[in-house]
């Protein structure tokens, strides 16, 4: 984004409680001095105060269109035959040349939150994605003066992002190492943060925070990534059986010979170890078959 032209700076204003007692005396004095003059006889007198109260009761009524009610969270910029004059900030009733215009600008914090948006991430997988983004205005005469419309501005560089953000990473990654949409949501939303103060910085927008209210396969392929996460899932649980059961069957063998109480050739070690991976590993109930005879037989 280029560099800002403009930025903001203090207007000169002065408190209005005193700005409206002046007005209000300025426009009451102008009143008396009229009705002084109809009450003169003399004609040179009389137009004279006729005219000198009306000339303070108007410059008085203009002075008084320089008043300014200002509530906190808000500002007024001030410009004066188009030539920006600076932001005023103070909250409260503050005084300014009435020959300037006053455009308000609120710098509450706000929240945009982006339609539902249909992309393709890294591996081409159509995905479905939505964020909403806390913002406020930080600087109010590049919010007024850098772009047209400041507030239809961040929403169009919201959804461009969170659309540059989505093609970059994978739903979920292959491997373990990479970043996903789904497995890394605070590096992605971090991510997602950073790209966002980069482009509405010219507009004198700061991003307080962004976050991803919607994440998912799009519904054309939402059954066949729930069967392949559903695998993955299957394929992690057996691989944890397996690992504990050989961990087992170790802790029983060593056991058994630390503690003597028989000695297994390799062939029965085998079979032992088969019949207890055969237990551990299995998803159903193991049938025991009782030996009647020795061990050998």
């Not at 010219?202 to 307080?208: F, R, W």
């Amino acid at each position: 984004m280029p560099g800002p032209r403009v930025e903001e700076f203090p207007a000169h204003s002065v408190g209005g409680g005193l700005a409206l007692l002046l007005g209000l005396a300025g426009l009451a004095g102008g009143v008396l001095l009229m009705a002084a003059g109809t009450s003169v006889a003399a004609t040179a007198a009389q137009v004279l105060l006729f005219v000198g109260g009306a000339l303070v009761a108007v410059t008085a009524a203009l002075a008084m269109f320089g008043l300014n009610m200002i509530a906190p969270g808000e500002a007024r910029v001030v410009q004066l035959f188009g030539r920006y004059r600076g932001t005023i900030r103070t909250d409260g009733l503050r005084w300014v040349n009435p020959l300037t215009t006053r455009a308000k600008i609120s710098t509450r914090i706000r929240n945009h939150e982006t339609a539902v948006l249909k992309v393709n991430d890294a591996y081409g997988n159509p995905i479905e994605l939505a964020a909403v983004v806390v913002w406020k205005v930080e600087d109010t005469a590049q919010a007024m003066f850098e772009v047209d419309d400041f507030r239809e501005f961040v929403s169009t560089q919201t959804e461009a992002a969170v659309r540059h953000i989505a093609i970059e990473y994978p739903y979920d990654a292959h491997d373990e190492e990479g970043l996903s949409l789904r497995g890394n949501a605070e590096e992605i939303t971090e991510k997602l943060a950073l790209e966002l103060r980069a482009r509405v910085e010219a507009a004198g927008v700061h991003i307080v925070e962004s976050r991803f209210t919607h994440l998912a396969y799009a519904p054309e392929i939402a059954s066949a990534m729930l069967q392949r996460q559903q695998a993955g899932a299957v394929v992690a649980a057996r691989r944890q059986i397996v690992d504990g059961a050989v961990g087992m069957v170790e802790a029983a063998l060593a056991r058994i010979a630390a503690e003597g109480l028989v000695e297994l050739d390799d062939e029965r070690k085998a079979a032992m170890i088969s019949n207890l991976m055969v237990v551990l590993c299995g998803d159903r109930a193991a049938q025991p078959v009782l030996n009647t005879g020795t061990l050998y037989q």
